[in-house]
């Protein structure tokens, strides 16, 4: 398993992948682990991972390098993964306990309640493009709940998933209570089918997501899946469009524009697209590209020249279909897994601009004349992450983001980002299940009805 930098091609590092008789011998750990671990107090767990959050902003300049030389993430961005994460620990060792207290319910026993109980080994199926965020946000409210997890992380950051492993376990977690496995997307089914493996939970694209719905239907396992999104962003004829405009380009262009949650569509009502295209293009022409590790880049390199040129094919198809390159577009000449920051419009349906998620630094312009149109725009896509709405009416932007937006998650006048203190997760293609607050501690939990008498 191969590690290559997407600044320079060059070899960063070889993994060994692990045997099939180390896989079984992680799972079995997990599960004898899980046996003790669940049996710490919840204050033992917090510990723990107050102790991560600690090593985590110690250590965070050598874990950002880790991320901006394996995926390419400018620096910046990475440092600022590597806080969400401590901000993620933190928090569940402070609410974790009350998260998972038991309910008192009233019914004609003497007493019942709920109680949360732990299920077992977890395992986590993450991606490249936040590569130590994702893994947290499944691995901390999931071992505060008692349970011990597995993690298979996408091969092109081994480093990364190896360093996450080193972190728990110098937190003082239970040893093989998180265990990092270096294997293959093929070689993953005998994992899920292991009868001690509870449940999965997967970030990635949505073919990822159908490939291990079908398998965890076929072996009976609990889910989580969080998938692709095509975010539409609907600016409405009375925003404030110099702000929707530089909130737009700052989500669009997010990690080089390779989040699920990325802005992708933008919905522009005819009396303000003029005014607000010119702003947007504006912003987007001063995003810089280069090196990750220079203070002037604001993106980096995509994670792999594959990933740039399925984006690439992508645009030009869109441009051959009719749409209107108004930046960038260009395949760079410099060394690297590059893409500038583009903007496309006139995107109508049937182009992959208009109809794709497009995991790069592309943004797709439609143009509307109502409001309604542009919900029925939005709500269209078979996708249902996240979506936004710029409005100066607070009432109307609300109302449009609770009843009428079919998306996950849903904000007015700023661009869709996760928190430890809100649910997050999908609909439609886009997923089932939610990570992050009370849910996502409660996902992986036996949901237990006691009734005494």
């Given at each position: 398993?191969k590690s290559?930098?997407?600044?320079?091609?060059?070899?960063?590092c070889?993994?060994?992948?692990?045997?099939n008789?180390e896989?079984?011998?992680?799972?079995?750990?997990?599960h004898?682990a899980?046996?003790?671990?669940?049996n710490?107090?919840?204050?033992?767990?917090?510990?723990?991972?107050?102790?991560?959050?600690?090593?985590?902003?110690?250590n965070?300049?050598?874990?950002?390098?880790?991320?901006?030389?394996?995926?390419?993430?400018s620096?910046?961005?990475?440092?600022a993964?590597?806080?969400?994460?401590?901000?993620?620990?933190?928090?569940?060792?402070?609410?974790?306990?009350?998260?998972?207290?038991?309910?008192?319910?009233?019914?004609?026993?003497q007493?019942?309640?709920?109680?949360?109980?732990p299920?077992?080994?977890?395992?986590?199926?993450?991606p490249?493009?936040?590569?130590?965020?994702?893994?947290?946000r499944f691995?901390?409210p999931?071992?505060?709940?008692?349970?011990?997890?597995?993690?298979?992380?996408?091969?092109?950051?081994?480093?990364?998933?190896?360093?996450?492993e080193?972190?728990?376990?110098?937190?003082?977690?239970?040893?093989h209570?998180?265990?990092?496995?270096?294997?293959?997307?093929?070689d993953?089914e005998?994992?899920i089918?292991?009868?001690?493996?509870?449940?999965v939970?997967?970030?990635g694209?949505?073919?990822?997501?159908?490939?291990?719905?079908?398998?965890c239907?076929k072996y009976?396992?609990?889910?989580?899946?969080e998938?692709?999104?095509?975010d539409?962003?609907?600016?409405l004829e009375?925003?404030?469009?110099?702000?929707?405009?530089?909130?737009?380009?700052?989500?669009r262009t997010?990690?080089?524009?390779?989040s699920?949650?990325?802005?992708?569509r933008f919905?522009v009502?005819?009396?303000?697209?003029?005014?607000?295209?010119?702003l947007?293009v504006d912003?987007?022409?001063?995003i810089r590209?280069?090196?990750?590790?220079s203070?002037?880049?604001?993106?980096?390199?995509?994670?792999t020249?594959?990933?740039?040129?399925?984006?690439h094919k992508?645009?030009?198809?869109?441009i051959q279909?009719?749409?209107?390159?108004?930046?960038?577009?260009e395949?760079?000449?410099?060394?690297g897994?590059?893409?500038?920051?583009?903007?496309?419009?006139?995107?109508?349906p049937?182009?992959p601009?208009?109809?794709?998620?497009?995991?790069?630094?592309?943004?797709?312009?439609?143009?509307?004349?109502t409001?309604?149109?542009?919900?029925e725009?939005?709500?269209?896509?078979?996708f249902?992450l996240?979506s936004a709405?710029?409005?100066?009416?607070?009432?109307?932007?609300?109302?449009?983001?609770?009843?009428?937006?079919?998306?996950?998650?849903?904000?007015?006048?700023?661009?869709?980002?996760?928190?430890?203190?809100?649910p997050?997760?999908?609909?439609?293609?886009?997923g089932?299940?939610?990570e992050?607050?009370h849910?996502?501690?409660?996902e992986?939990?036996?949901i237990k009805?006691?009734?005494?008498q």
């Open positions: 398993m290559i930098s997407p600044v320079s091609a060059e070899l960063i070889i993994f060994q992948a692990h045997t008789a896989i079984e011998n992680a799972i079995l750990n997990a004898n899980f046996k003790t671990w669940r710490y107090s919840f204050e033992q767990r917090a510990s723990c991972l107050k102790k991560a959050a600690t090593i985590l902003r110690d965070a300049i050598e874990h950002a390098t880790m991320i901006s030389q394996e995926m390419g993430k620096f910046k961005e990475a440092l993964e590597i806080e969400k994460c401590a901000v993620c620990c933190d928090y569940y060792a402070e609410h974790g306990a009350t998260l998972l207290q038991n309910e008192n319910i009233s019914t004609a026993a007493k019942s309640y709920i109680s949360y109980q299920l077992g080994v977890i395992l986590s199926i993450m490249w493009n936040f590569p130590y965020w994702q893994v947290f691995a901390a999931t071992l505060m709940a008692g349970n011990t997890a597995l993690l298979k992380h996408a091969s092109n950051v081994s480093g990364c998933s190896v360093a996450i080193k972190i728990f376990m110098d937190a003082g977690f239970l040893e209570s998180f265990q990092s496995l270096l294997v293959k997307s093929a993953i005998p994992i089918a292991h009868p001690l493996v509870q449940a939970t997967l970030t694209s949505t073919q990822a997501g159908s490939s291990v719905a079908q398998l239907g009976i396992k609990k889910s989580v899946l998938l692709g999104g095509s539409p962003y609907l600016i009375d925003a404030d469009l110099e702000s929707a405009a530089k909130l737009c380009v700052q989500s997010l990690n080089a524009g390779q699920c949650i990325a802005a992708k919905l009502m005819e009396s303000v697209y003029e005014q607000f295209v010119s947007f912003k987007m022409r001063a590209m280069g090196d990750p590790f203070t002037q880049t604001h993106i980096g390199p995509m994670a020249h594959a990933l740039r040129d399925e984006l992508q645009v030009t198809r869109s279909l009719g749409a209107n390159c108004l930046l960038g577009g395949l760079p000449d410099n060394v897994a590059y893409y500038p920051a583009t903007v496309l419009s006139n995107v109508k049937g182009m601009a208009f109809e794709e998620e497009l995991f790069g630094p592309v943004a797709s312009i439609i143009k509307v004349k409001q309604k149109e542009a919900i725009i939005a709500n269209a896509s078979h249902g996240g709405v710029f409005t100066k009416d607070i009432a109307k932007g609300q109302h449009i983001a609770e009843y009428e937006l079919q998306y996950g998650n849903c904000f007015v006048n700023d661009f869709v980002r996760s928190d430890p203190r809100l997050f997760g999908g609909i439609k293609q886009s089932y299940g939610r992050l607050a849910c996502g501690i409660r992986f939990c036996n009805t006691v009734y005494i």
